[in-house]
């Protein structure tokens, strides 16, 4: 099996960081939260935005001081041709940027203090703070009317010896139900800050406020700390909910469970916490139209064992995803797909890592949301971890395995660029309607050229995703230098 290499950050060992290709590359994004508007918005016209990172990009020849990219949506879609790209180094961004900073690990969007244009939250979980490694930083950037400016303040760590890595992770959502964009804080231990929205211009929020998660570490190589965090509308409610992916093993590979906890009027809380399903990375979105929100888990690289510990046979370690329905109560049944299930395209193999990432939108403007589907290490004609991406629609009875599944690669007729070794094509998904016609576009994060990374656009046609209008954003286009591996497009913000 493929280690899971997105996490390598988290590691506790300064060789892991900088040991080669995908030790740069972050953790993968949610799904866009149910509750917000599902497109992040940066210069308010109405055209959704995608936020990206190059977190191992070199800045002033200092290696894996990372960097941050807005590409702007229009009707044509995104591409480089409307971008904004940032570091440490750039006007009005906090801090400076240092070797080994990743800047832009974690993303997270939001219209953080209420201006009508939407901020990002951006994790530099390595940065030194002082005397402490590893310390970790938070910056929020502001959007405006020409975009992210670059203007922003720094999110002070509240308790820095009790914790490393602070913004490892990230999440947006309206928690209390108050229409503000709250913010959710991780690091590498088991307590989670959060922040009510309404930040002022110094970066002081409402409030703040704390709760702890039963989550274990897998080994003294990993961080106790989540894995992923993802909002959304479980049960209804009309407030933000927290799925949170975290170990629950004493090894590098055992399993992992993840935690939902509800949204109330004052917030988070832990105590109708509820366990499910196993999974990495999480979106939420409502597959079946009955206004709730519906739970999507990959489990992409092979966790070793199933939930109840018993060894996953070698027919499914090409991964899987696990579909928890939500209800007026929360989460209620769960479905598990493969490639093997139904007539999803492909077929189960050891090693694609089906379930890598996904993402939840509407492509065909049906009222059901659909889920997009990364197997990064997929192998098609010969070479090797390729990738594909696929996309598999909804429907009143949930996700439709049966019929109208696409199967989405780089030899895709009309695809940009074509297979090649190493390419990872679905290493990170977004679907968000950035070309203004009401419908959901496909965005693709890819490994492209040695791990410099690109970002493929492939349009809605109003039925499906089409390579018709398609757009191959690389590195230049935006002004990262192809020093090292940047990896450009290996998270998305949410």
Known sequence: MHAPHRLALATATAAALTGGLFTVAAAPASAADSVKVARADFNGDGYGD?????????????????QVTVMYGGTSGVSGAQHTTLSQNSTGVPGTSEAGDFFGYSEAYGDFNGDGYDDLAVGAPSEKVGSDTNGGTVALLWGSKSGLTGKGVTLADPSPSAHDRWGLTLASGDFDGDGRADLVVGSTATTLYVYRGGFSASGTAPSRTTFTVP?????????????HLAAGDVNGDGRSDLVIN??????DYGWNTN?????TSSGLTTSSVRTLKSGIVTGIGDINGDGYGDIVSGVGWDAGKLDDGTPIPDSSTGGRVNITYGSASGPASTAVINQDTGNVPGGSEKGDEFG??????????????????GSPFEDLGGVADTGQVTVLYGSPSGVNTTSGGQALAQSTA?????????DHFGLDLKLDDVNGDGRADLVVGSDENSGNGSVTYLPSNGTKITPTGSHLTNVG???????????????FGD
């Open 246 to 251: 975290g170990w629950e093993s004493s090894s």
């Open 215 to 227: 989550i274990q570490k897998g080994s003294s190589d990993y961080p106790f700390g989540p894995l």
């Open 259 to 263: 935690y939902w906890l509800p949204g």
């Open 50 to 66: 995608i936020a990206t990172e190059a977190a191992g990009a070199y800045v002033g020849g200092l290696k894996n001081a990372g």
């Open 414 to 422: 009309g695809v940009p660029g074509g297979d090649e070794k190493g």
């Open 477 to 491: 286009d935006v002004g990262v230098s192809t020093s090292g591996t940047p990896e450009l497009g290996a998270v």
């Open 356 to 373: 890598w990432d996904l993402d939840l939108g509407d492509v065909n403007g049906d009222g059901y949301q659909d889920i997009a589907i």
